[in-house]
């Protein structure tokens, strides 16, 4: 018990120096949470999160773990049911499918990208960080406030879902290796000449779209919807569907392509 009392006073003492200039002690204090700069290890608290980030590894029974996935999803039932210690069967499997979206959201940002945010972030609390009371230390209110810190940072990838629970998921759609075949000259725009339906959830899941959308994937019809009908840009579809704007800008290429070839030879149906 000594030992936890003397180790976080020493975290404390390093975040009021930090707070007044320090950034040896800044640096102090992210080793102390778990990153090592020189080596690049993660371990303890930072490499739960970044963990948890990148490759889904979900510890259920660390509340702190279960209160940050309950921010990411609008099911009353599953945020519920991860309250308690205890989760059954049915609830660790939706939340690895919560989890799973989540990283499929954030597989754009390189791990060195993602590890430097979630130190940023911690700096950021110990500066705000403001002793009160006796029985208060950082560690504490890093316990409390880090989990909305680290979701407000990344939750402009989750707005406007379009993949509910419903919807499954887009990995196997994807195919960074196809060739790419690019017309130096200019074509008309096939985007919805002869779409009519609103390009919605339904003719996302295919069950509105007409021909020769129907025979999209289900991605493709994602991208369409954020670019040619919401208008976005590729910056902004790619921070949507968890890829780097230069994708986004390939894959539509393809996808005119696709059209092109399903207007001049339309299958036989």
Not at 209 to 215: D, I
Request: proline residues 3%.
């Amino acid at each position: 018990m000594e030992d936890k009392s003397s180790q976080y006073e020493l975290i404390e003492s390093l975040v009021f120096q930090y707070q007044s200039g320090s950034s040896k002690a800044g640096l102090k204090l992210i080793q102390s949470f778990g990153y090592n700069p020189t080596s690049k290890e993660l371990s303890g608290y930072l490499n739960k999160y970044f963990s948890l980030l990148r490759y889904g590894v979900i510890k259920f029974n660390d509340k702190d773990t279960r209160q940050f996935l309950r921010q990411f999803t609008s099911n009353s039932q599953l945020k519920q049911e991860l309250i308690p210690f205890y989760q059954y069967a049915h609830t660790k499997k939706a939340t690895r499918k919560l989890v799973q979206m989540i990283n499929f959201r954030l597989r754009h940002i390189p791990d060195e990208d993602m590890i430097h945010d979630l130190c940023e972030l911690l700096l950021i609390q110990a500066k705000k960080y403001k002793k009160q009371g006796t029985k208060t230390n950082f560690c504490g209110y890093l316990m409390n406030s880090y989990r909305y810190k680290v979701y407000d940072h990344y939750k402009y990838l989750f707005r406007d879902l379009l993949y509910s629970h419903r919807i499954e998921m887009l990995e196997d759609h994807i195919d960074d290796n196809s060739e790419i075949n690019i017309e130096e000259t200019l074509v008309p725009d096939l985007y919805f000449q002869n779409e009519t339906e609103e390009i919605g959830l339904n003719w996302i899941l295919g069950k509105t779209a007409e021909f020769p959308f129907s025979h999209l994937t289900m991605f493709e019809r994602t991208l369409i919807s954020l670019y040619d009908h919401k208008g976005m840009t590729y910056e902004e579809v790619g921070a949507q569907m968890g890829y780097h704007r230069d994708t986004i800008w390939t894959k539509r290429k393809q996808i005119k392509q696709k059209l092109r070839k399903l207007i001049n030879n339309p299958p036989n149906e």
